[in-house]
T-cell receptor, first 115, second 114 residues
Framework: DTGVSQDPRHKITKRGQNVTFRCDPI?????LYWYRQTLGQGPEFLTY????????KSRLLSDRFSAERPKGSFSTLEIQRTEQGDSAMYLC?????????????FGPGTRLTVL | AQSVTQLGSHVSVSEGALVLLRCNYS??????LFWYVQYPNQGLQLLLK??????LVKGINGFEAEFKKSETSFHLTKPSAHMSDAAEYFC????????????FGDGTTLTVKP
């Protein structure tokens, strides 16, 4: 068990560019979550997957954001036409689902800076 | 709907003193409650969780928390602070076994003075 991994750890981009982040959950965890954390605040829920199905999306997830989990394993989060307000830490977490009673295991995060 | 309020964005204690971090929650159904710790530039690590079993929950690193339904609270305590406890702490609530998401408080930064 190597834990949840995220790539890249840091991303600096210019406004208007597209970025994509990857999350590899703990193997056999069927739930995967994306959160966004800004300075001085707790993580805010963005979306989650049960296997490959995206079951819930936050209102925070504008149409510039899209997430996928095509084979029920790793997930990607893409932000199109980035804005300075997108600068944040993007956290991924996985959970074994019902068996784990919603305990979530977090990755180290991807810090995005939009110039 | 669910929400979490952490009272006190910054708490400072002396090494060896009691740590008390406050958390109040709101939930329309019986909640699951969690405390996480976050060190700089790292993800969140679970300290402990309440899942409707014992109301006094013991976690890692000597932390514990007590679920009080009448007060809708889930305060985190540690009898004796250590320098390594300096970090940011988040309380979170999740509704029921089928809920996907957790709702987090804004966090409390714990400073430990020598």
């Amino acid at each position: 068990d190597t834990g949840v991994s995220q790539d890249p750890r840091h991303k600096i981009t210019k406004r208007g560019q597209n970025v994509t982040f990857r999350c590899d959950p703990i193997s056999e965890h069927n739930r995967l979550y994306w959160y966004r954390q800004t300075l001085g605040q707790g993580p805010e829920f963005l979306t989650y997957f049960q296997n490959e199905a995206q079951l819930e999306k936050s209102r925070l997830l504008s149409d510039r954001f899209s997430a996928e989990r095509p084979k029920g394993s790793f997930s990607t989060l893409e932000i199109q036409r980035t804005e300075q307000g997108d600068s944040a830490m993007y956290l991924c977490a996985s959970s074994p689902g019902l068996a784990g009673l919603n305990e979530q295991f977090f990755g180290p995060g991807t810090r995005l800076t939009v110039l | 709907a669910q929400s979490v309020t952490q009272l006190g964005s910054h708490v400072s204690v002396s090494e060896g003193a009691l740590v008390l971090l406050r958390c109040n929650y709101s939930s329309s159904v019986p909640p699951y409650l969690f405390w996480y710790v976050q060190y700089p530039n790292q993800g969140l690590q679970l300290l402990l969780k309440y899942t409707s079993a014992a109301t006094l929950v013991k976690g890692i690193n000597g932390f514990e928390a007590e679920f009080k339904k009448s007060e809708t609270s889930f305060h985190l305590t540690k009898p004796s602070a250590h320098m390594s406890d300096a970090a940011e702490y988040f309380c979170a609530v999740s509704e029921g076994t089928n809920a996907g998401k957790s709702t987090f408080g804004d966090g409390t930064t714990l400073t430990v003075k020598p």
